[in-house]
């Protein structure tokens, strides 16, 4: 691969980082005051800034150009830097309609979902006009691994019945969230991999109960917020199965790949903020009659985590353009390498910035303390560590075992 940014993403890039000089950075601070004071409610300039950068043709970034007319065109490689840009803020993501649950939603609708569908859900959200929500993990079950998922989905004639209950279900607090995406069995008796499905079922069905908010490290992450959700008999046209009873698991490995792409890039974003905050930091403090920054535990820190950081970009970067290539399956072992890397990197380097700006760090004065709830919440949220590097192990072993030769 090209290590340099194209054409085309310098482009988008130089697009981005002015519209958030104009339009983001200066609201951040507004932004996290009003949504802490006002829980479950959307920003009120939200919609406007939306608005602005629809108008700015910054819209649907993260699709990639095998989805046609639904796509801007641009391939995971050319996205990814894009998506570490907005991981500087870390609500911006959603002003370019490009925050998950929504992403990895959308490319489920458009890679798999039927023309019905396609028309009540996907170009809805594609729009902006609603948000949405995925719902798999569940309370009673170790849900890192999914064949133990218990949310049972049984057809009665036209119809599926839903039941179980579900957790961790980030953006379904939302106010404007419209549907949520639903894993479950629809037949415990088939082959382990071959009982699950995906479901679509509105956010206002019978039988939906939102019974609390979750929180993450003391906060709630409004307004996506994070549910606990009860589904007790909700029913749902058939039409509403996702390419057919059997198939989730199929659809759930498709989903994974491009949106973990943009959870690093976003992470490596976080990290690199974090670490230009350092370098300010130091920069303008004395402790002990000397400049911070000339502490040489201080250049350590700031020398470890730029070749951190840039380890983290390239790996990603790689990861992206072999999806691009050759397609996820054959990336499977790059994507599980920056699931391990890069979630791990950004907390070091989180942690770091926090230390070296004292009690500031862990104020809400700076974006510190979301970045490091973020970086360590990915670490369980996009799979648990442990999950790919047991995987990654195993495909390593099966690869490297085979070979002859002197070791």
Not at 17 to 30: G, K, L, V
Not at 186 to 191: G, S, Y
Not at 266 to 283: D, N, W
Request: glycine share 8%.
């Amino acid at each position: 691969m090209h290590f340099d940014y194209n054409d085309t993403t310098k482009d988008y890039l130089q697009r981005v980082r002015a519209f958030m000089a104009e339009h983001i950075y200066p609201i951040e601070r507004e932004y996290e005051t009003w949504t802490k004071a006002n829980p479950w409610r959307v920003f009120p300039g939200m919609a406007a800034l939306k608005e602005k950068a629809k108008a700015a043709g910054l819209w649907n970034l993260f699709l990639p150009e095998e989805y046609g007319d639904l796509s801007p065109g641009l391939t995971n490689l050319e996205y990814a830097p894009l998506a570490e840009e907005m991981g500087r803020v870390l609500w911006s993501s959603e002003v370019f309609n490009c925050n998950a649950p929504d992403t990895g939603n959308m490319e489920v609708l458009a890679k798999y979902g039927s023309p019905k569908q396609q028309q009540a859900w996907l170009l809805p959200l594609m729009d902006g006009q609603i948000r949405s929500a995925f719902l798999m993990t569940e309370p009673e079950v170790a849900s890192s691994d999914a064949t133990n998922i218990a949310t049972s989905i049984r057809r009665e004639g036209e119809e599926y019945v839903i039941n179980g209950r579900k957790w961790w279900s980030t953006g379904a607090m939302n106010p404007e969230c419209g549907f949520y995406i639903v894993m479950g069995k629809t037949d415990p008796e088939a082959p382990r991999h071959l009982q699950q499905s995906m479901i679509i079922v509105p956010a206002d069905s019978p039988g939906v109960k939102v019974e609390r908010p979750l929180e993450v490290f003391g906060t709630h992450d409004s307004p996506h917020g994070h549910a606990e959700i009860s589904l007790t008999d909700v029913r749902v046209p058939v039409d509403n199965i996702i390419l057919g009873e059997g198939r989730g698991f199929e659809i759930a490995q498709g989903r994974l790949g491009p949106g973990r792409i943009h959870h690093c890039m976003r992470l490596i974003g976080a990290a690199q903020r974090s670490l230009e905050l350092m370098c300010q930091r130091v920069g303008n403090r004395t402790a002990f009659g000397r400049d911070l920054s000339k502490f040489s535990s201080i250049r350590q820190d700031v020398a470890l985590s730029r070749c951190e950081i840039e380890q983290a970009r390239l790996l990603t970067l790689s990861a992206a353009d072999r999806i691009d290539r050759h397609g996820i399956k054959t990336a499977k072992d790059l994507v599980a390498m920056i699931k391990i890397v890069a979630p791990r990197m950004a907390q070091t380097v989180i942690d770091r910035s926090i230390q070296s700006h004292g009690g500031l760090g862990v104020s809400s004065d700076t974006p510190l303390a979301g970045f490091w709830i973020y970086a360590r919440s990915i670490r369980l949220a996009d799979g648990p560590d442990e999950v790919h590097m047991f995987q990654l192990g195993r495909n390593t072993i099966a690869t490297l075992g085979s070979k002859e030769g002197p070791a």
